[in-house]
Structure formats: structure tokens, C-alpha cells
């Protein structure tokens, strides 16, 4: 079982990128219901598999957005061992979701 973690501004690279295995990376804001429906997705898939899961809130880390080319919300990274290895745009099911980690693990 995994946790989801909220970034809290703590350094990037090291909670994320460069961990080992796979780490989604949930870009979201508060105001977005999207985003807040993805939220029951995310637990879910927490619950069902052993990837790491970061949410960040871009109203309050902007700076992804550049960093990411962030066009829309909610938009998910997989990261496997270091690497972008999906981009996932808007809302997305469990199955979608779990599709993808199983697709990298």
C-alpha cells in the first residue's frame, strides 16, 4: 500500500524524480473539479498498488508549470526510476491509471 504525499515546497528532485520504482506526480489546483474528482481515483489507486504518489498544487508551486509544460489540470507524471515515462491530461479513471503503472512496473 502506498501513501499519497502533498509536496510542501521540500526539494523536488529527491521526492520524486530521482526515487527509485515508479512515482505519479499529480499536478492539481483546489479550485479545479477535476481535480477534486481524481482526488477518490488517487486513493484507490494508492490503496492497489506500491506506486508513490506526489500531489502538488500549482497555485501555490507555479513554477511547474514551465518546468512541466503544464497546459491543463489535472495533468499526471509517471516517473519511473528518474524518467517521464507518461503524461496523463484531464480526469482519468482507476483502470486507466493502473493500466499505466502496470504497463511501467
Not at 484507490?44 to 513554477?63: A, L, T
Not at 512541466?68 to 491509471?97: A, C, H, S, W, Y
Amino acid at each position: 500500500m502506498s501513501n499519497i504525499i502533498n509536496y510542501t515546497g521540500e526539494d523536488f528532485e529527491n521526492e520524486t524524480v530521482s526515487q527509485t520504482g515508479l512515482t505519479l506526480v499529480d499536478f492539481y489546483a483546489t479550485w479545479c473539479g477535476p481535480c477534486q474528482m481524481l482526488e477518490k481515483v488517487l486513493a484507490e489507486v494508492s490503496n492497489n498498488s506500491d506506486c508513490k504518489i506526489v500531489k502538488v498544487d500549482v497555485d501555490d508551486y507555479p513554477e511547474f508549470g514551465a518546468k512541466f509544460k503544464i497546459r491543463g489540470l489535472p495533468m499526471l507524471l509517471l516517473f519511473k526510476d528518474g524518467k517521464i515515462v507518461e503524461t496523463l491530461n484531464g480526469f482519468q479513471t482507476f483502470d486507466e491509471i493502473m493500466e499505466k503503472i502496470n504497463l511501467h512496473n
